[in-house]
């Protein structure tokens, strides 16, 4: 870290300053977080111990949320504690550390999103090959790849912001560490890596974005070959998928994609995907997943 540094400490600002809506707050997203970690890891405990969700589809969908729950924890039981502190403090070197969770497993949410695209495509276009070009063996090759490219990303996010020098003030304006509010603090002139994170960031998610629409638009015009039965299904899984690429890409394009501000606004924005947009994904899969109900039923018979 460059000599300069004299700060070891930042102090965040928070969401809102009003002690009383910081209580609401804390009622409000503790549940959301608890329904969270559940609503995932009861996805990642019925693909382990369900014959039935044995697909590539349920293979891609439990690492989605094993991702989700890592990703909202590296945010929100932080957030939520310091909703009833008085002061909210993070060390540097704790801020530097929730910056690269937070940008590897953002994403590797994003490649894991397009493999799943991906998957649907050959499943839709190319169904009699479907089991050749999807084996386990290249499903978990894919699942990989996605934490891979993930980490890559996030460390060039970090080395960016370790050399910078931080020598006062120490305040963050946001309720989590993220590159820009970071860079606000300092020492020197952050345009060219401002630059550089909204080109990495940014294009990351439009791009994928990009190729998920292509993606999901090529399926769409490939299932006037099916049946009407056939497409009532494909529509169906492939409606939660666009649902949740919209969640999450949406915000993610519209904070990444421009330069910052101190805008509640966008505070606000942040909170949709890191603390409500993990929480929707498990309903949004499972809500119209006739084989995930199933095997709740199943395994729920069992205990009994």
């Given at each position: 870290?460059?000599?300069?540094?004299?700060?070891?400490?930042?102090?965040i600002?928070?969401?809102?300053?009003d002690?009383?809506?910081?209580?609401v707050?804390?009622?409000?997203?503790?549940?959301?977080?608890?329904?969270?970690?559940?609503?995932?890891?009861?996805?990642?405990?019925?693909?382990?111990?369900?014959?039935?969700?044995?697909?590539?589809m349920?293979?891609?969908?439990?690492?989605?949320?094993?991702?989700?729950?890592?990703?909202?924890?590296?945010?929100?039981?932080?957030?939520?504690?310091?909703?009833?502190?008085?002061?909210?403090?993070?060390?540097?070197?704790?801020?530097?550390?929730?910056?690269?969770?937070?940008?590897?497993?953002?994403?590797?949410e994003?490649?894991?999103?397009?493999?799943?695209?991906?998957?649907?495509?050959?499943?839709?276009?190319?169904?009699?090959?479907?089991?050749?070009?999807?084996?386990?063996?290249?499903?978990?090759?894919?699942?990989?790849?996605?934490?891979?490219?993930?980490?890559?990303?996030?460390?060039?996010?970090?080395?960016?912001?370790?050399?910078?020098?931080?020598?006062?003030?120490?305040?963050?304006?946001?309720?989590?560490?993220?590159?820009?509010?970071?860079?606000?603090?300092?020492?020197?002139?952050?345009?060219?890596?401002?630059?550089?994170?909204?080109?990495?960031?940014?294009?990351?998610?439009?791009?994928?974005?990009?190729?998920?629409?292509?993606?999901y638009?090529?399926?769409?015009?490939?299932?006037?070959?099916?049946?009407?039965?056939?497409?009532?299904?494909?529509?169906?899984?492939?409606?939660?998928?666009?649902?949740?690429?919209?969640?999450?890409?949406?915000?993610?394009?519209?904070?990444?994609?421009?330069?910052?501000?101190?805008?509640?606004?966008?505070?606000?924005?942040?909170?949709?995907?890191?603390?409500?947009?993990?929480?929707?994904?498990?309903?949004i899969?499972?809500?119209?997943?006739?084989?995930?109900?199933?095997?709740?039923?199943?395994?729920?018979?069992?205990?009994?």
């Amino acid at each position: 870290m460059a000599r300069e540094n004299n700060v070891t400490e930042l102090i965040i600002t928070g969401l809102f300053q009003d002690p009383n809506v910081q209580k609401v707050c804390f009622v409000l997203f503790l549940p959301v977080y608890l329904a969270t970690v559940l609503g995932n890891g009861l996805i990642v405990a019925m693909v382990i111990v369900s014959k039935s969700l044995r697909s590539p589809m349920y293979i891609f969908l439990s690492s989605l949320s094993v991702v989700e729950i890592c990703y909202s924890s590296t945010v929100v039981p932080k957030f939520i504690t310091d909703l009833l502190a008085k002061v909210k403090t993070i060390s540097l070197k704790g801020c530097l550390a929730q910056i690269f969770f937070f940008h590897f497993l953002g994403v590797a949410e994003i490649f894991l999103l397009v493999v799943m695209a991906y998957d649907r495509y050959v499943a839709i276009c190319k169904p009699l090959h479907y089991m050749n070009i999807m084996s386990r063996q290249v499903c978990h090759m894919l699942v990989a790849v996605s934490w891979l490219g993930g980490f890559l990303h996030s460390i060039i996010q970090v080395l960016i912001s370790i050399q910078l020098p931080f020598c006062g003030p120490n305040v963050i304006d946001h309720y989590f560490c993220d590159l820009q509010p970071l860079f606000k603090l300092a020492c020197t002139d952050t345009f060219v890596e401002s630059v550089i994170v909204m080109a990495n960031s940014g294009l990351i998610a439009l791009c994928s974005f990009l190729v998920l629409v292509s993606s999901y638009v090529i399926i769409l015009v490939n299932l006037r070959k099916h049946s009407a039965e056939g497409r009532r299904k494909a529509l169906s899984t492939c409606a939660s998928h666009i649902t949740v690429v919209v969640l999450f890409f949406g915000p993610a394009i519209f904070l990444y994609m421009r330069p910052s501000s101190t805008f509640t606004e966008d505070k606000l924005v942040a909170v949709f995907y890191t603390v409500i947009t993990p929480m929707l994904n498990p309903i949004i899969y499972t809500l119209r997943n006739a084989e995930v109900k199933n095997a709740v039923r199943k395994l729920w018979g069992k205990r009994k």
